[in-house]
Nanobody, 115 residues
Framework: QVQLVESGGGLVQPGGSLRLSCAAS????????MGWYRQAPGNQRELVAA???????NYADSVKGRFTISRDSAKNTVYLRMNSLKPEDTAVYYC?????????WGQGTQVTVSS
């Protein structure tokens, strides 16, 4: 069992920045694979950024150059630094983890980009 808790969402103006955090707990190790997805109203849930199986990073084209995913293995925590935010980044952001072949999702944190 894996538990994921997101934090850091909120309201920010266009061009602003936020950092999301996702802490994983449970019967896991530092090798747990984690990433971020988002879902805007009326849209499908989509990949934002994630660590691949090989340890590299994968970003949606729409966020490349603006978002950065990072991790603190000691804390089993993944972060998403979001810079130059745009209104179209408004969505519920979900943390996802893969452990022992099972996908786990956090409850989501709302990010609203508006002036």
């Amino acid at each position: 069992q894996v538990q994921l808790v997101e934090s850091g969402g909120g309201l920010v103006q266009p061009g602003g920045s936020l950092r999301l955090s996702c802490a994983a707990s449970g019967t896991i190790s530092s090798s747990i694979a984690m990433g971020w997805y988002r879902q805007a109203p009326g849209n499908q849930r989509e990949l934002v950024a994630a660590f691949t199986r090989g340890g590299s990073t994968n970003y949606a084209d729409s966020v490349k150059g603006r978002f950065t995913i990072s991790r603190d293995s000691a804390k089993n925590t993944v972060y998403l630094r979001m810079n130059s935010l745009k209104p179209e980044d408004t969505a519920v952001y979900y943390c996802r983890a893969l452990w022992s072949g099972v996908l786990y999702w956090g409850q989501g944190t709302q990010v609203t980009v508006s002036s």
